[in-house]
């Protein structure tokens, strides 16, 4: 048994871990589960900020000790990895041959398994779209113990990937990695003044770079709400030197981590729950620029704030809450001017906001759209915790019902409800369909599913349906 | 605060009933265990969405483990067990009962670290939660009324303080209790000022932050602390 929670440490709770090493063991582990009517949490390197991977005494199958990359392939790009290797290793594995993926997150920490369970977006999901697209071949196991392969001309693949652990797991991957003319990023840098200039600067450099990521100061009000930073980047074609390769390379610890050190009760990095302190960086980020284009290494750029290991910490207890609403692009900034403005009205203020443009993804959990994204870090004080809860709910209502979607990796609100509100009946049924014939028994959950209420088709929890579909998984056995 | 989620063991009546119906007062969940199924039905009945019954015979030791199990799940998880089952039957001055003494050890001591035990391994294993022995004064020495009650106090506060030396770098605080006399179904047939269990269990809770063997009175603390250190031969000529 082990205390848990996700990245923003609000779900603490206590659970069954179970170390899952190779795919006989979680066979072992359905077949227990059956005959002591339990159910199983899936999990990878825990990094969802909500209760995704979480299980309140729940058995969670930690899948982090399948971690092996069992095939890598120069010539085609092409990588086959069990699920628990971590981004990290594999960004390492490939960078050394001059690959990439084709999207990573934010956080190298996190599994291979749990990214594509969530279906994880890059700085360049305006191109490039999400994880998943760049998959070739996944292996799966529902919860009838065998290992299935399923490729993109099964309507299935387009169904597991990005559907939260909820038809089983899936055991191993094969991506396409793409080729890069360097380990370094030609990274520019914009400073805009208000949100319309975020919008206009975006448009524009998302026409020609790779990768764009907006860091907006929540603080900035009137005139200047919105204002912020903007980077964009794309792949230098000067080829690294030997000392840029082993730099990226090599996992490091920033200088600031050490000062901060987010682990020690008193360290400086918990200045940051002071809003004032906050308010003051922000101004110094958006008022000084030091550079206006830079080359940088792509782990420091896609993962930067790996160099803070743990930082997440600094907001404990109270922990820290990602709200992260995805909007039509044609509405986007009349819907984010409102949000920031009602952020300060409620003195709400995020301590990072964070502006990603994307477009749609051909999977049915497709959380994005054509859309952007705004991905707000509230801080939870104690005191104000049911006050920010609330105002989040509303929120979220607020824009689920002007067409906003939301993504399961960043959720601790959906409700049941909420689903329909962007899912199409069609769709809803699909996915009920798929989880009936991969999981009829229930066993995949968490309680992020529990609160979302879903399940297979209506039934006594751990028995099967008379009557559900009969089980007829498509995919080829392996 | 938190509401936190509390098994109590021997909570059908008296001083585990008493901390049942205060916690689940102010917000807590609590899940109550004994025998009698209708007297914790009845306990419950003062909140019944914050008390949930199970009834058990903590002298069957092997159900307990599954049981503790299906009681943290129902729960949603476990921040505090109270241990405050105990029997202390009549026994005549010249009444030397086998049986009847290993009765009282099977309630009071085997019983407890059944429960104990489990509640240790789960709190030390996440590093947190708070685990409370309902001890009394009466094992603070050997008095000649129930010998066997005497020991079986004396034997869970040192059963307790070993876990608590245990546990204390893990985050978890041992708490052991050791009221006076109480008013409760235990005491009924005893005539002496006996405290009500209101103000002990109130007095329980505020303490329940603090580690260690807790006296209810501040007079029983000093008096034992004195008691204590009584030769044998002195302290059995005190009139009690
Ligand atoms: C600092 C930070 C930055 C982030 N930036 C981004 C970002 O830029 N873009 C983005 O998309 N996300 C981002 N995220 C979110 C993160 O990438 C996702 O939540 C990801 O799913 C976490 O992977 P994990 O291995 O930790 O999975 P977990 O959090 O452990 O699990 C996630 C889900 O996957 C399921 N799961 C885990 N393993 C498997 C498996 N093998 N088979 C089936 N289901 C499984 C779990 O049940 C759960 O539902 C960020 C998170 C952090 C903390
Ligand atoms: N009363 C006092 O003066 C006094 C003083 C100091 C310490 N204490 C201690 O305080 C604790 C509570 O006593 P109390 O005064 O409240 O007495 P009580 O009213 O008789 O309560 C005793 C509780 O223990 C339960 N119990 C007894 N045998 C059990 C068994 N085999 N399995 C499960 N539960 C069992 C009883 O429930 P069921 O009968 O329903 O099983 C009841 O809930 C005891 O440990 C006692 O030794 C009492």
């Given at each position: 048994?082990?205390?848990l929670s996700g990245f923003g440490m609000r779900d603490l709770h206590d659970a069954y871990v179970i170390p899952i090493d190779r795919e006989e063991a979680l066979r072992e582990l359905l077949d227990l589960a059956k005959i002591s009517r339990r159910q199983i949490t899936l999990r990878g390197a825990g990094q969802s900020y909500g209760d995704a991977a979480g299980a309140p005494e729940g058995w969670i199958a930690d899948l982090r000790p399948m971690n092996q990359i069992l095939n890598w392939d120069q010539t085609t790009g092409l990588l086959t990895a069990q699920a628990g290797v971590t981004l990290a290793t594999l960004c390492r594995h490939v960078l050394a041959d001059g690959f ?379 | ?240």
């Amino acid at each position: 048994m082990r205390r848990l929670s996700g990245f923003g440490m609000r779900d603490l709770h206590d659970a069954y871990v179970i170390p899952i090493d190779r795919e006989e063991a979680l066979r072992e582990l359905l077949d227990l589960a059956k005959i002591s009517r339990r159910q199983i949490t899936l999990r990878g390197a825990g990094q969802s900020y909500g209760d995704a991977a979480g299980a309140p005494e729940g058995w969670i199958a930690d899948l982090r000790p399948m971690n092996q990359i069992l095939n890598w392939d120069q010539t085609t790009g092409l990588l086959t990895a069990q699920a628990g290797v971590t981004l990290a290793t594999l960004c390492r594995h490939v960078l050394a041959d001059g690959f990439w993926p084709a999207v990573v997150s934010g956080t190298s920490a996190i599994t291979l398994g749990g990214a594509l369970a969530m279906n994880i977006h890059g700085k360049n999901a305006f191109r490039e779209g999400t994880l998943g697209e760049s998959v070739t071949e996944i292996v799966v196991m529902g919860s009838r113990g065998i290992a299935k392969r399923l490729t993109p001309d099964d309507r299935d693949f387009w169904i597991w990937i990005g559907g939260a652990g909820q038809f089983g797991a899936i055991l191993q991957a094969t991506l396409r990695m793409k080729r890069l003319p360097s380990a370094a990023l030609e990274v520019r840098v914009f400073r805009a003044s208000s949100l319309q200039e975020q919008f206009e600067i975006f448009e524009r450099e998302t026409a020609d770079q790779e990768y764009c990521v907006g860091w907006l100061d929540g603080f900035a009000s009137g005139e200047e709400l919105g204002r912020g930073l903007i980077h964009s980047a794309r792949s230098s074609e000067t080829p690294s030197s030997e000392a840029e390769l082993r730099r990226a390379l090599q996992p490091r610890r920033s200088l600031a981590s050490k000062i901060l050190l987010p682990e020690r009760r008193w360290g400086l990095g918990r200045m940051l729950q002071f809003p004032l302190v906050r308010k003051v960086i922000h101004a110094l980020k958006s008022d000084v620029i030091l550079h206006d284009h830079f080359r940088q290494n792509c782990f420091d750029f896609h993962f930067l704030l790996d160099a803070l290991p743990n930082w997440q910490k600094v907001f404990s207890p109270g922990g820290l809450i990602q709200f992260q609403p995805f909007v039509p692009w044609d509405d986007a900034l009349n819907t984010f001017r409102t949000l920031l403005q009602d952020c300060q009205d409620h003195d709400f203020v995020p301590s990072l906001a964070v502006l990603k443009k994307h477009r749609a993804s051909p999977f049915a959990l497709d959380y994005a759209g054509d859309s952007y994204s705004l991905a707000l870090d509230f801080p939870v004080q104690l005191h104000r915790e049911s006050q920010l809860l609330s105002f989040l709910e509303g929120q979220t209502e607020r824009l689920l019902m002007q067409g906003s979607r939301f993504y399961f990796a960043k959720d601790i609100l959906l409700q049941p409800q909420h689903l329909g509100m962007f899912l199409a009946p069609s769709l809803l049924h699909e996915l009920q369909d798929a989880k009936s014939r991969w999981d009829p028994e229930n066993l995949f959950t968490s309680a992020q599913a529990e609160r979302m209420g879903w399940q297979a088709k209506p039934n006594e929890k751990g028995s099967p349906t008379a009557g559900t579909v009969e089980p007829q998984d498509r995919g080829e056995n392996v | 605060m938190k509401p936190l989620r509390v098994i109590i063991v021997g909570g059908s009546s008296g001083l585990g009933a008493e901390l049942a119906r205060q916690l689940a007062a102010r917000g807590d969940e609590v899940a109550i265990l004994a025998r009698r199924a209708d007297a914790l039905e009845a306990v419950a009945r003062f909140q019944p969405d914050r008390i949930r019954t199970y009834p058990h015979d903590v002298t069957h030791t092997d159900e307990a483990a599954a049981l503790f199990e299906d009681i943290c799940r129902d729960l949603g998880g476990l921040d505090l067990l109270i241990y405050a089952a105990g029997i202390m039957p009549q026994i005549e001055p010249n009444e030397f009962d086998t049986e009847k003494d290993q009765a009282i050890f099977r309630v009071n001591v085997e019983g407890a670290i059944a429960w104990c035990n489990l509640a240790a391994t789960r709190f030390q294993a996440v590093g947190a939660g708070t685990l409370v022995g309902i001890g009394s004064v009466a094992g603070d020495r050997g008095r000649p009324g129930h010998p066997a009650y005497h020991a079986s106090k004396a034997a869970l506060a040192t059963y307790l303080e070993s876990l608590r030396n245990r546990l204390w770098r893990s985050g978890v605080r041992v708490i052991t209790i050791k009221p006076g006399p109480l008013d409760t179904p235990m005491t009924q047939h005893l005539s002496m000022a006996k405290m009500p269990v209101a103000v002990a269990a109130k007095k329980i809770i505020r303490g329940l932050n603090r580690d260690g063997e807790q006296y209810l009175q501040l007079s029983h603390r000093l008096i034992f602390a004195v008691l204590r250190l009584l030769p044998s031969a002195i302290f059995r000529r005190i009139r009690r």
